[in-house]
């Protein structure tokens, strides 16, 4: 099946891809892979913008049900995004590529505000935009920041970079006969409860007819491939 060309994409990165194959933080040389699948897509011509979660250091729901009020909690995930955002940002520019992180918690000496003008703007002139603390809301997750992102910046499809190359009608760690599907229907995804990303993700990618690419990008090479439509992936839309 022929795929159309995506040149402005958001790419979403979990907490759990930079953990690389450690139990807890950030792997440096996790972030350095990923990074290089990002020039390698900047490569190509593609524009890139970034929103990466924080679960690899803090989850508001843990903190929650370990006691802490859960406003406090998702502040405290905020907050961890952060941390992962520079991360990157040091990983992309210690291989050339020029990037900016801005936060929607405001953080004047750490990185630049959020501001969608000025985030287009980098983008255009080729800079990576690493889109850090979420959506600056508690209550929200890095999922639904991605697909909000996505439809602010004019993102052509939302990339989200998991550990498995696509989505299945079951769990293919524990059932061998599982099937990938190439393509799902929004309204599939949403009424089968399939785990791709959080419903309010979806709801606003379908509502901005955003399509999300699922794909692994612990396979080298592999964000690249996926965009020259060559990858293994499933493309919800
Ligand atoms: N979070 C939040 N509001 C947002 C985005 C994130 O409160 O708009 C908090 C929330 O506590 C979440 C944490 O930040 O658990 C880390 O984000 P997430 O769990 O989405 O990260 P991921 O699962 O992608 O690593």
Redesign the pocket.
């Known amino acids: 099946m022929t795929r159309p060309r995506f040149n402005r994409i958001l790419l979403?990165l979990?907490?759990?891809v930079l953990m690389g194959s450690g139990q807890f933080g950030i792997d440096p040389a996790m972030c350095d892979r990923v990074a290089r699948e990002i020039k390698a897509a900047r490569g190509e011509g593609h524009e890139v913008c970034v929103v990466v979660?924080?679960?690899?250091i803090?989850?508001?729901?843990a903190?929650a049900a370990a006691g802490f009020e859960r406003a406090s909690?998702?502040?405290?995930?905020?907050l961890?995004?952060v941390m992962n955002a520079l991360a990157m940002q040091n990983a992309l520019e210690q291989i050339g590529v020029e990037t900016r992180v801005q936060s929607?918690i405001p953080m004047a000496s750490v990185c630049e505000p959020y501001i969608r003008r000025r985030a287009v703007r980098h983008m255009e002139k080729g800079r990576v935009v690493i889109f850090a603390?979420?959506?600056?809301?508690?209550?929200?997750?890095?999922?639904?920041?991605a697909a909000l992102r996505a439809a602010e910046m004019g993102c052509e499809a939302l990339f989200k970079g998991t550990s498995v190359d696509g989505v299945y009608d079951a769990d293919p760690k524990k059932v061998p006969t599982a099937k990938r599907y190439d393509t799902l229907g929004f309204g599939r995804v949403l009424a089968d409860d399939l785990k791709v990303m959080d419903a309010s993700a979806v709801a606003l990618c379908r509502d901005n007819n955003i399509p999300i690419v699922v794909f692994n990008i612990r396979d080298e090479g592999n964000l690249a491939a996926v965009l020259a439509g060559e990858g293994v992936s499933t493309i919800v839309q």
């Open positions: 979403k979990s907490g759990e979660g924080g679960g690899n803090f989850r508001g729901v903190g909690a998702d502040y405290m995930g905020m961890a995004t929607a603390a979420g959506t600056g809301s508690p209550f929200f997750t890095t999922d639904t920041t």
